[in-house]
């Protein structure tokens, strides 16, 4: 612990205070469908769907956007719908 | 038991507009016969699709609300798969939209109350951490 207290106040802004100010200013993901309180997911909603799908078309991983599971689940079959009736594109492979 | 349910059609952009109002009037009939209700019919009109179906980049998108007997849905499945005008269509029950609902009423009810204690006990900690920080402060 001394060793640490020493680094951090000798060499001011270097590695250690980063560290913290990185653990300390990072938001916490939240999820946006709890947050406004949405109970149910449309698949005709294809804007919000828009947002949770990659450019190729794939479903983004509900660790990345920070929506919980029980939202993930209807936001999953949602985008499916979605595919199905053409408001939103099939997975294609990247180009280039 | 009647239930609710949503229709989604996408029908051929070159239909005119009666071929497109007996697609809708078949279905209505096969509901009417079942002694269910049309509560809404929402025709958004032509638009892109995001991909073409059946070499078509347009369609044209019909949605029915209804509140029938799910045994109506072998003819009307039968008639809109047969039927050459109609591109895709989606049937969905909207039950489970409520039971889905209550379910979370429920769990923010909870995370409300959660949430109020802990403003609480923040308010309370915040008055408290100030002489603290100082005393931090003056260590350096």
Not at chain 2, 55 to 67: A, L, Q, R, S
Not at chain 2, 106 to 124: C, D, V
Request: with cysteine.
């Amino acid at each position: 612990m001394r060793s640490n207290q020493n680094n951090s106040t000798t060499s001011g802004s270097s590695n250690a205070p980063k560290y913290q100010k990185k653990f300390y200013f990072s938001r916490r993901k939240y999820c946006v469908f709890c947050k406004d309180k949405i109970k149910f997911i449309d698949y005709k909603n294809y804007k919000i769907l828009e947002n949770f799908v990659l450019e190729t078309g794939k479903i983004l991983p509900a660790r990345v956007t920070g929506v919980c599971s029980y939202h993930q689940k209807q936001l999953s079959k949602a985008i499916k719908r979605a595919r199905h009736m053409a408001f939103l594109k099939f997975v294609e492979p990247k180009r280039g | 038991m009647k239930r609710k349910y949503e229709i989604g059609l996408i029908i051929n952009p070159e239909a005119t507009e009666e071929e497109v109002r007996k697609i809708i009037d078949t279905i209505a009939g096969i509901i009417e016969k079942a002694k269910g209700s049309i509560e809404n019919i929402d025709e958004w009109g032509r638009r892109k699709l995001a991909f073409p179906i059946q070499k078509h980049k347009e369609g044209i998108y019909v949605f029915i609300n209804t509140d029938v007997v799910g045994a109506a849905f072998l003819s009307i499945e039968r008639r809109l798969k047969l039927s050459e005008k109609v591109m895709r269509f989606v049937i969905l029950r909207l039950d489970d939209r409520l039971k889905k609902a209550n379910k979370l009423t429920k769990k923010w009810r909870r995370l409300e109350r959660i949430s109020r204690k802990s403003q609480e006990i923040k308010e309370e900690s915040m008055t408290n951490e100030k002489p603290k920080a100082r005393e931090a402060k003056n260590e350096k």
